[in-house]
């Protein structure tokens, strides 16, 4: 047996729904959902220093796999990734076939709001060179056109995964391009099941191996795009397999979103945690709660704040705006977030991010626009994380609907 199993326990339900707050332990922590989970594409949040983590009320991290792949034996000497990135709270690794499958195959495989966008991602796909190719062995793949062809596998992602040693780690899953047929979906759908049998025995088969390590749950990765059989197909097949927990992926159209949860959801085992991969607008997080997904992650954020934008629950705002220049609010007036109960005004930080506070040195303007963005990402993130908060506590007060329309309303009027 090993030591700290991973687990899940629902708290609450919301009636009528597949929605439910919860607790997943883990060896390194629990996570209390629902959940925002911080990304930290190289096992550390930009802008985001350790002292602040635990103080916005951060729970989890999630990291790219892939990167993470080079420094894997690195982290492993350290203590596996909580301890590695100082955060030292439950970690998540994705299992690197997003970032491999970038280099070619998938090219333009986003979540897309509009068929514009579309559009644009698959003329983006037809003008740039493939450096990845999908095989039944696992994908194909180069960084650089002059590169020797490297083959990534099931296999592989949980080699590398079991060494980094994240809590919940990710089956190696195959996902599909916005503009691919349903035949090719169906096809794609098939062998990410094989992927994930593999991924599962290797997984057991390390887990047996490494018996002083703390345990590793392993997610499987939903696919099936927007048709609802192959959605099912999936959350039947791979809920029937002994997986941890279930993430759910795939690139489609932001409408369909709430569709293809309830779609799996549904049939996936209720007793196991599901993560929703990469989305996390206010809007995404609701339909994702109701539909009974119990983690988000996504870089909107942080990337966001990076540029000047400020969430708040009266709607986001661009603090890079003139009307800013002179304004002396924090950049929410009650927000309790380390950055305005710091006291630094909306017009100081617009200073520290454009770099116009007088005459300034290149390391100075270099410094202020670090403290900006600092300052920006630490409001942002925890903006979101209060969000879960409040959906998870309107859960347990059986208000989740109520809150909701409230909420949004505010948000988006
Ligand atoms: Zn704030």
């Not at 559009?119 to 095989?135: G, I």
Request: glycine letters at 8%; proline letters at 4%.
């Amino acid at each position: 047996m090993k030591q700290n199993q991973f687990s899940f326990e629902i708290t609450t339900k919301i009636p009528d729904a597949l929605g439910r707050a919860g607790i997943i332990h883990t060896p390194h922590g629990d996570i209390h959902t629902p959940a925002f989970v911080v990304v930290g594409t190289y096992a550390k949040v930009r802008f985001l220093p350790s002292s602040k983590f635990h103080r916005i009320n951060a729970q989890a991290m999630i990291s790219n796999g892939f990167h993470l792949s080079k420094f894997a034996d690195e982290i492993e000497k350290a203590g596996g990734l909580s301890k590695y990135s100082l955060y030292n709270c439950p970690t998540i690794t994705d299992s690197g076939g997003f970032q491999v499958m970038s280099f070619g195959s998938g090219l333009g495989k986003v979540v897309s709001m509009d068929k514009r966008n579309i559009a644009r991602e698959q003329f983006k796909t037809e003008n740039k060179k493939r450096l990845a190719r999908v095989s039944e062995e696992g994908v194909y793949f180069k960084t650089k056109d002059t590169d020797p062809e490297k083959l990534f596998t099931p296999e592989y992602s949980m080699k590398f995964q079991h060494k980094i040693g994240a809590d919940i780690i990710m089956s190696f899953d195959e996902l599909t391009n916005i503009g691919d047929s349903r035949e090719y979906n169906e096809e794609a759908l098939n062998r990410t099941y094989r992927w994930a049998e593999r991924c599962l025995d290797e997984h057991q088969k390390l887990t047996h191996e490494r018996i002083d390590k703390p345990y590793q749950g392993l997610y499987a990765v939903l696919q099936g795009a927007h048709y609802q059989d192959l959605r099912e197909k999936a959350a039947r097949d791979l809920g029937a397999m002994n997986f941890d927990g279930y993430g759910l992926g795939g690139a489609f159209e932001k409408e369909h979103l709430s569709d293809i949860l309830f779609w799996c959801n549904r049939i996936l085992p209720e007793s196991k945690p599901r993560h929703l991969l990469g989305l996390s607008k206010p809007d995404d997080i609701f339909v994702g709660v109701e539909n009974g997904c119990d983690t988000f992650d996504c870089v909107a954020p942080t990337r966001e704040a990076r540029h000047g934008k400020i969430y708040t629950p009266d709607g986001d705002i661009n603090l890079r705006n003139a009307k800013f220049a002179d304004d002396p609010s924090p950049l929410f007036e009650g927000c309790q977030c380390p950055t305005c109960k710091s006291n630094y005004s909306r017009e100081e930080i617009r200073k520290l991010l454009k770099n116009n506070g007088g005459l300034k040195t290149a390391k100075q303007i270099e410094e202020d626009k670090q403290l900006a963005m600092e300052l920006l990402t630490t409001h942002n993130v925890y903006f979101i994380i209060k969000l879960t908060q409040q959906i998870r506590q309107s859960i347990h007060d059986q208000n989740f609907f109520n809150f909701r329309d409230k909420w949004l309303k505010r948000y988006y009027s």
